[in-house]
């Protein structure tokens, strides 16, 4: 039972647009929930984060918004750039468990 | 900066070999983990360890054994290598205390299995 889901394999945004990209989550008992990027043949890098107790938080021109009446979150990219063209990685923990990750979504930004 | 260090960044191994892939980090962490990613099915957890000489079964150990005589090194074995386990493998660690979260990943091993 997949208890993150990243429903849109992937996404095509134009350069200097908003890139939205959505997870959904089954576990209301997450504490934590994390973005991660990853490009080819490179391990992933952690991105932003937000508590469980938070419903947004923002660094730069990344925003992760959580609504956990839906059980849901959303990375927003303003603008976006060719160089956030990656794969991005939803996850969440709970105490100190190990994360779990969604499937990804591949981001294409278009110059 | 954390930094983890994954020994080989591509592997080729033929079918039936005993294979190693040896992680290591620098940050003192206590946790650490071994992912494969493949296509479609993102990063899937195959062992971990909380501490030095503990291991913990992931989502898919099966065809694997793991290592922790030190608490820095961190190691996977695949005893008898298959075709089946081409993928890319990715090491992790993190610390229990602060940002008890965050997991910092290693560059990746890309195994492919002939």
Same mark, same amino acid.
């Given at each position: 039972d997949q208890q993150v889901k990243q429903n849109s394999p992937s996404l095509s945004v134009q350069e200097g647009r908003i890139s939205i990209l959505n997870c959904d989550y089954t576990n209301s008992m997450f504490d934590?929930?994390?973005?991660y990027k990853k490009y080819p043949a490179e391990g992933p890098t952690f991105l932003i984060s937000i508590s469980s107790i938070k419903d947004k938080n923002e660094d730069g021109r990344f925003t992760v918004f959580l609504n956990k009446s839906a059980k849901h979150l959303s990375l927003h990219i303003v603008p976006s750039q060719p160089g956030d063209s990656a794969v991005y990685f939803c996850a969440a923990i709970r105490g100190n468990t190990p994360l779990v990750f969604g499937k990804g979504t591949r981001l294409s930004v278009i110059a | 900066d954390v930094k983890v260090t994954q020994s080989s960044r591509y592997l080729v191994k033929r079918t039936g070999e005993k294979v190693f892939l040896e992680c290591v980090q620098d940050m003192d962490h206590e946790n650490m983990f071994w992912y494969r990613q493949d296509p479609g099915l993102g990063?899937?957890? !195959?062992?971990?360890? =909380?501490?030095?000489?503990?291991?913990?079964?992931?989502? !898919?150990?099966?065809? =694997?054994?793991v290592s922790r005589e030190k608490k820095e090194r961190f190691s996977l074995i695949l005893e008898s290598a298959s075709t089946n386990q081409?993928?890319?493998?990715?090491?992790?660690?993190?610390?229990?205390?602060g940002r008890a979260h965050e997991q910092f990943f290693g560059p990746g091993t890309r195994l492919t299995v002939l």
């Open positions: 934590y929930f994390l973005w | 990063l899937r957890l !195959i062992y971990f360890s =909380y501490d030095v000489k503990m291991k913990e079964k992931g989502d !898919i150990p099966e065809g =694997y054994s081409t993928s890319m493998y990715l090491c992790a660690s993190r610390t229990t205390s």
